[in-house]
């Protein structure tokens, strides 16, 4: 069972398992309290579950700052193990 952390933290279990990940107190926090207060964009958690079109922007201007050759012609599934891999 989960320490009871105080009426800051809303999801005890969740905290723990993200301090025990190495996430700062902060940031432990924030992620569960969003979770518990449904706020999280589970899109944004997987690169692999978004288009590449809602990608496109962000995968790009990452593979541009890392130097990936060959991004504008790369599929997602390779942009994504492009820069993963950097």
Do not use: Q
């Not at 107190?25 to 590449?52: F, P, S, V, Y």
């Not at 991004?71 to 950097?86: C, D, G, Y």
């Amino acid at each position: 069972m989960a320490k009871d952390h105080g009426p800051s933290v809303k999801n005890d279990t969740l905290y723990e398992d993200l301090r025990r990940d190495g996430a700062s107190k902060e940031k432990a926090a924030r992620i569960a309290n969003a979770k518990a207060a449904g706020t999280i964009d589970h899109r944004a958690t997987a690169l692999e579950d978004r288009t590449k079109d809602d990608l496109k922007d962000d995968l790009m201007r990452e593979a541009r700052e890392i130097g990936i050759p060959g991004r504008s012609k790369m599929t997602k599934a390779e942009l994504v193990k492009a820069i993963r891999e950097n």
